[in-house]
């Protein structure tokens, strides 16, 4: 596929162009100052994006929630013509060369759409399935996967869990075992995002019998080819607009080649991946708990108990003044995280900390919220009943607070490494 160049940008925003991101996309030159920060540049992107929600997006958003999903192509497309889908990947894969804090701008504004859904699904798209395909993969791959991903051609997901093994990757049992030019494929993957509508995937199996953290690969894995299965649709909770899939293997053979950078370093590339995963649910959270937060405001400024609206007890402004602090701090230990990575630290103890608080954030406050809505917040005429399913997530997919725990234990010194 031809390669999408840096001129397109002309439409979107002339600032918002930088210079080739290497690795975790950080740009050279860059003088804006914080992580995430209220500049020209910052300001275009958000608006630019935010005129994409309310278009494109948000009307849609109820039909989608009732259909069980959204047609990721089409609107993978809007946003890709826009730039949106490689914020911070290499220009000359089509990208915008921006540094990884741009990104998680994109997803904290994204937080804008009525759904949790979509903007998850977006996540996947934009900065977990591709990480490390920019990072490591040949060029050869970037060419086939990278570009049409970033420029919304094609929808991919990424396959790491499975019904056994979630957040403990060192668990899966997927196998991709090595036949000459090939590699064999058996095995399944569950809780895949986009599984239903995607055109690749971004596969971590087994592909030796090694020790589990040294005997696994990521490969770029065409999802049109023989032997793969999509058993079903997941009907879930919330999310509803998200499409997600069981899949399995049934001797799918794919190019050796598409193995992304070494083999037996999977393992190690996850982890990775898995550190702007974190940082991008967390900013993906932040405004939804805003608008929570103010709709919930006006709704107790208006509605009446006792001849005096709800929002007069003080126990309700102070919880929701208190609550209102709380999702500050998270921002700030967000904004904290995004900056000491982007200058190439590792912040896997910071981003287990922000998983950890936002997971139970959203529950706390979406759980709160409901409570003062009264019988309207179990209806699904307002949005904090969406909220109170869709969020909820954080807390679960992507890690559990036991998973986040043991991570920020271990970083601590508090247990021993393996």
């Known amino acids: 596929m031809a390669l999408r160049g840096g001129g397109r940008w002309a439409r979107l925003a002339p600032a918002l162009r930088g210079g080739s991101a290497p690795g975790r996309g950080v740009s050279s030159g860059r003088r804006d100052g914080g992580a995430v920060g209220d500049t020209p540049r910052y300001r275009d992107l958000r608006a630019a994006l935010r005129k994409i929600i309310d278009k494109e997006i948000n009307p849609f958003v109820d039909k989608w929630e009732e259909e069980g999903q959204f047609p990721a192509h089409k609107v993978f497309k809007i946003l890709g013509q826009a730039g949106f889908l490689g914020v911070d ?24 759409i009525r759904c949790g859904g979509i903007p998850m699904a977006i996540g996947v798209q934009a900065g977990m399935a591709t990480p490390a395909l920019t990072r490591f993969g040949s060029d050869e791959l970037k060419k086939q996967f990278l570009v049409p991903t ?18 403990d990757v060192a668990s899966i049992k997927t196998k991709a075992v090595r036949k000459g030019d090939e590699y064999v494929i058996n095995g399944g993957k569950m809780w895949t995002t986009s599984g239903c ?18 005997n696994k690969s990521l490969i770029c894995l065409p999802m049109n080819l023989p032997g793969i299965h999509i058993a079903k649709k997941i009907d ?11 899949i399995f293997f049934e001797d799918v053979r794919v190019p050796s080649k598409n193995l992304i950078g070494e083999e037996g370093k999977g393992f190690t590339y996850q982890m ?30 208006q509605r009446k108990v006792f001849d005096q609206p709800i929002l007069h007890n003080q126990v309700v402004h102070f919880r929701l003044a208190e609550l209102a602090t709380d999702v500050e701090l998270l921002r700030s230990l967000l904004y904290r995280t995004v900056a000491l990575y982007v200058e190439g630290n590792d912040v896997t103890k910071l981003a287990s900390m922000a998983k950890l608080k936002a997971g139970r954030l959203a529950r706390e406050v979406t759980d709160s919220c409901l409570q003062f809505w009264g019988g309207m ?11 109170y399913r869709d969020l909820r997530l954080m807390s679960i997919g992507g890690g559990t607070d036991e998973i986040m725990l043991s991570i920020i234990c271990k970083y601590m010194e508090m247990l021993p490494s393996k």
């Open 89 to 112: 990947k290499p220009t000359e894969y089509g990208g915008m060369g921006l540094d990884f804090s741009y990104n998680i701008a994109v997803a904290e504004e994204l937080g804008n």
């Open 150 to 167: 970033i420029a919304g051609d094609v929808v991919a997901c990424l396959g790491v869990s499975e019904a056994g093994a979630g957040s």
């Open 197 to 214: 509508q995607a055109d690749w995937m971004c596969l971590l199996a087994n592909t030796s019998e090694g020790p589990p953290h040294r």
């Open 236 to 246: 879930k909770l919330g999310m509803r607009s998200s499409d997600t899939a069981q």
């Open 272 to 301: 990775l991946q898995f550190q702007e995963e974190r940082l991008w649910g967390v900013a993906t959270v932040l405004t939804p708990l805003e608008i929570i937060i103010r709709e919930t405001i006006d709704y107790t400024r």
């Open 377 to 387: 917040g179990f209806t699904s005429e307002v949005l904090v009943s969406r909220f």
